[in-house]
């Protein structure tokens, strides 16, 4: 079983150029078919590009707008978190009911956000909710007769920020 492998190479060599040869023949064909056509495959491939970009620009979902099962859930994480915030200068059981009840709409209405005005406007409820938590906490351990300056001033903030907070979730809800 001794195979001549340098006769076979030298045998394999003229099929190996005809190959190439039918290759670059048929590419040489391709290229004049190409070269004739070109007018209708360009004229036929660009209004086809052109309906799908148009098609899919109108059937993506607006990423402006409120979807209305967010909407919805929002406005109703809006009047618990706002109700919370009513309650906030009364402590014990009746606050921490509705800080509860804001916590679970908040997490409703997140799960419900579907574009990113949703999210925009669940994370300004969010926010909302942290800063009547943040207040309530401020006016639970406050000491207004060690310092009641530093006392003032914090409270200020914290008011001020939770209206800006307030606005803005509103603001994002009703856009």
């Known amino acids: 079983m001794n ?3 340098v006769g076979t190479q030298s045998q394999a060599q003229p099929m190996i150029v005809a190959i190439r040869h039918h290759a670059m023949g048929f590419r040489s064909e391709l290229t004049n078919i190409y070269r004739r056509y070109r007018p209708w495959i360009l004229g036929g491939a660009a209004p086809f590009v052109v309906v799908i970009a148009g098609w899919m620009l109108a059937h993506r979902p607006s990423d402006a707008a ?3 099962g967010f909407r919805a859930s ?12 009513n309650y906030r200068p009364y402590g014990g059981d009746s606050w921490k009911a509705r800080e509860i009840d804001a916590e679970l709409s908040m997490a409703e ?7 990113s005005a949703d999210l925009r406007a669940a994370m300004a409820l969010s926010n909302y909710l942290h800063e009547v938590k943040l207040v309530h906490l401020a006016r639970q351990v406050r000491n207004p007769k060690t310092a ?11 008011t001020r920020e939770l209206r800006s907070a307030k606005q803005k979730a509103q603001t994002a809800i009703q856009s």
Do not use: M, R
Not at 148 to 158: A, I, K, Q, V
């Open 74 to 85: 929002a406005q109703q994480a809006y009047e618990s978190i706002s109700s919370c915030e």
């Open 66 to 68: 409120l979807s209305p």
């Open 109 to 115: 209405a997140a799960a419900h956000a579907k574009t």
């Open 148 to 158: 009641p300056h530093d006392y003032t001033e914090s409270t200020g903030e914290l």
């Open 3 to 5: 195979v001549n492998l």
